[in-house]
């Protein structure tokens, strides 16, 4: 072994601290970047934040529909709920799982001490709405018979939504059924021991163990298939709650389309005054050199947003010319694009491309669509013309909407009938894109 010196050269990226910040903040939301800008504004004295507050005398269309968009939607602020749709998504005011629950508490006729203890049980429920602690231990904790406590959790499980109160998802089913007054031997039986065999829609393994006919077994599976097993679903558990904002409006006008940034979901920043006369007026080293940090990270911080601001336009741009007859509603699919045609089109990396989309909305007639959405693969039929896949999902599901529920099409026949429709696809994507749109194989969508 020895030591030698050796001179190599070698190419590296090193990205300045603009460049940083520029790559961080473009792959944020809008809702993100003002979460980061307010906090930038606390630890940073030099900025100055203003607010569009007022309505000018004279706007242009620009101005207007920012306004317009402004008034009526308040920046466009949207729940995000990915959840299925429950009549209690429709209770008017935001009220809590828990206090919904015990307001039906205090209504009843039950004494002061059941009340007490049913609203001490009620503190136990999860945000799925269980009742996720062990009764036995609740009532060696609050030194009293389990009996009782048992009791009074029977009686929380009586109260709406049906199933609250559950301590797992088969007692949260048989109180649902037992509410509605249908919960038999046989299906009491199912819930305990054949939900597996349930969600796997094999009815004919249930029926022949229950000895029921296959048509009943699919009856209780289908009403047990219509239960809820998320009671609290509608309510507000505290849970956090996604909104989201969007970047830009996509406006039709006649037959032009127009881009207009929501530059009002941010707050508009500069640098205070005050802090650059400092630097003019004052001897002092350490000030002088706090107040240009500050001043440099202020002047990083609008470049960065600026920058951020551009960017998404100039893939928005991009997106309309090619996405144009959809957005103006003159057809219903969009055609194939992939972030390497913007990236070529814009000469910039995909990479930067795929930031500027990620969590980023544009409001436009068809509604508020995600624009990583708007990007989409494509196959080639026997003209060797792209076919977005959007188009080949549909006819997969209009094809099973279609179908025989006693005699379902298998994938190979889906792919087949596509085959001969004029696309060229392979079964392994026919059961992909299948499995995209949360449709069943075959075997699970069988009806008797």
Do not use: W
């Not at 300045?16 to 307010?38: A, F, P, R, T």
């Amino acid at each position: 072994m020895d030591l030698n010196l050796n001179l190599t050269q070698q190419q590296k990226l090193v990205m300045s601290q603009s460049m940083q910040l520029s790559v961080k903040l473009l792959q944020l939301s809008n809702i993100e970047l003002l979460e980061y800008i307010n906090k930038e504004i606390q630890e940073n004295p030099v900025i100055d934040v203003e607010y569009k507050e007022s309505i000018p005398d004279n706007m242009d269309y620009k101005d207007f529909s920012d306004y317009f968009k402004q008034s009526t939607t308040n920046y466009e602020a949207v729940v995000r709920n990915e959840d299925e749709v429950s009549p209690f998504n429709f209770i008017s005011e935001k009220k809590s799982l828990k206090d919904f629950l015990k307001t039906q508490i205090g209504e009843s006729n039950e004494s002061s001490e059941v009340k007490a203890l049913c609203e001490y049980l009620i503190e136990s429920i999860d945000s799925r709405g269980y009742f996720d602690e062990n009764i036995e231990e609740v009532a060696k904790e609050l030194k009293i018979d389990s009996e009782k406590a048992i009791d009074a959790l029977y009686k929380v499980q009586n109260l709406e939504p049906p199933g609250i109160g559950a301590r797992n998802l088969c007692e949260c089913l048989k109180i649902q059924a037992m509410k509605k007054g249908i919960l038999d031997e046989a299906m009491e039986k199912i819930i305990d021991e054949y939900l597996d065999d349930l969600a796997n829609n094999k009815y004919s393994k249930m029926a022949a163990e229950l000895n029921i006919t296959i048509e009943m077994a699919q009856a209780y599976g289908d009403v047990l298939k219509s239960f809820e097993p998320k009671p609290s679903r509608g309510f507000y558990t505290g849970d956090e709650t996604k909104f989201i904002a969007p970047d830009a409006y996509i406006e039709r006008i006649g037959n032009e389309l127009f881009i207009i940034m929501n530059d009002d979901a941010v707050p508009r920043l500069s640098v205070n005054n005050m802090y650059r006369s400092i630097l003019d007026e004052t001897a002092d080293i350490d000030a002088q050199k706090y107040v240009k940090e500050k001043i440099n990270s202020a002047l990083f911080l609008m470049k960065s947003i600026e920058m951020r601001r551009s960017t998404i336009y100039k893939v928005l741009e991009q997106i309309v010319e090619i996405q144009r007859k959809y957005f103006l509603m003159e057809e219903n699919y969009l055609k194939p694009m992939l972030l390497k045609d913007i990236a070529e089109k814009l000469q910039m990396h995909e990479s930067t491309i795929s930031r500027a989309i990620k969590e980023k909305y544009v409001y436009t007639d068809r509604g508020i669509l995600k624009i990583k959405d708007l990007f989409n693969n494509s196959i080639s039929n026997d003209s060797n013309e792209d076919i977005s896949t959007k188009v080949i999902k549909d006819e997969i599901k209009r094809i099973v909407d279609n179908e025989d529920k006693k005699k379902p099409v298998s994938d190979q026949v889906i792919c087949q009938i596509l085959i001969e429709a004029g696309h060229n696809i392979s079964r392994r994507t026919v059961a992909k894109y299948r499995e995209e749109i949360g449709i069943k194989a075959s075997s699970k969508r069988k009806r008797f």
